[in-house]
């Protein structure tokens, strides 16, 4: 199919422009899934705040088509993100007090913070789990030391990490088979909480996301953020492990700009803490570390399958997300329960 006649089939109103829903509509009534899901992705971040002329949209496919990295290539310095203040430059604030982060102390500034919700996982891992593997995570936090941070409001921002339906509804829990709703049952939690936090604190920390490439019907943010996430919110295309990857996905751009103002902590939330979290803050951590950014990953506002915190051989008897705590703060990533913002 040539890029004209792929437009018109996905230009469902023949009006010359493809908005997203458009988009959306009309990949599923062609079945897009898994092949198609990084132009979709890319498609869906370019329609994020107007529609898709005829002409750009040939522009940027054929681009995709040229270049060696295909979607996750240079097209993607096109997307809004580049033309956007979210990663433009700032003059840096003269006299700024740079951000440590402390322990323990009170809010000053109104935010709301999420406390003591490492209980909530405790209990929930007790109840879908069993008792033994609740109790081995809370020892496991209290033998590492890992507590509730202080981190002062106007000196961080946040980064949710794949919000997105496909793990709690879509394609990759599906992938899981019959025992799938179990094993999602802490990312609905975490995702819970982080839409709580958003929702209570929407206008008081800068706050950025990422998604992975999904099939149409996966690739929407998760059901508990409806209402909450802005239909006009951009965010970082992130096809693997790692937040870094691709580089022209604008995510280098954006902490560049948040040190610049003086944002020296970046929080990371979202799923999975043994996978994606993990490798995006130990891989940011060590990026940055020249320019003084601090990475803190909040327990409280990130998850992973039940199965991911059981014991296992694999990791030494440790389990995954607690291996992967190890690693994270071996690596000089700040991980707490959760942040008390000041």
Not at 117 to 125: A, G, H, M, Q, R
């Amino acid at each position: 199919m040539i890029l004209s006649e792929l437009f018109n089939s996905l230009d469902l109103n023949q009006d010359g422009e493809l908005s997203r829903s458009e988009l959306h509509e009309s990949a599923q009534r062609m079945g897009w899934h898994w092949k198609e899901a990084p132009v979709l992705a890319v498609l869906d971040l370019f329609s994020v705040l107007k529609p898709i002329s005829r002409n750009n949209f040939i522009a940027y496919m054929t681009q995709i088509s040229e270049d060696p990295h295909g979607p996750y290539g240079k097209v993607l310095l096109k997307s809004p993100l580049f033309l956007s203040s979210i990663i433009a430059k700032r003059p840096v604030i003269p006299k700024l007090k740079l951000a440590n982060v402390h322990k323990m102390g009170k809010n000053r500034n109104g935010l709301k913070s999420n406390d003591n919700t490492s209980n909530n996982i405790i209990s929930l891992l007790k109840h879908i789990a069993n008792l033994d593997v609740g109790n081995n995570y809370r020892k496991f936090l209290e033998n590492m030391g890992i507590n509730e941070l202080e981190v002062p409001t106007d000196a961080a921002a946040l980064l949710v990490i794949d919000p997105q339906r496909s793990f709690t509804k879509g394609a990759w829990m599906k992938s899981m088979g019959r025992k799938a709703e179990l094993e999602v049952k802490p990312l609905q939690l975490a995702f819970q909480k982080c839409a709580q936090f958003l929702n209570d604190n929407c206008r008081c920390i800068e706050t950025m996301f990422t998604r992975c490439p999904f099939p149409p019907c996966s690739y929407d943010w998760d059901d508990a953020f409806a209402g909450i996430i802005n239909t006009k919110q951009l965010y970082f295309i992130k096809p693997g492990n790692s937040v870094l990857y691709p580089p022209t996905n604008g995510f280098r751009e954006w902490v560049d700009r948040l040190i610049s103002d003086g944002k020296k902590i970046l929080v990371i939330a979202g799923c999975t803490l043994n996978s994606c979290v993990r490798i995006s803050a130990i891989e940011t951590q060590q990026y940055f570390k020249d320019q003084g950014l601090q990475i803190v990953v909040d327990l409280s506002l990130a998850g992973a399958r039940t199965s991911s915190f059981r014991p296992s051989s694999l990791y030494g008897g440790l389990s995954a997300v607690e291996s992967a705590v190890k690693k994270m703060v071996g690596a000089g990533v700040r991980v707490t329960q959760y942040i008390r913002w000041i």
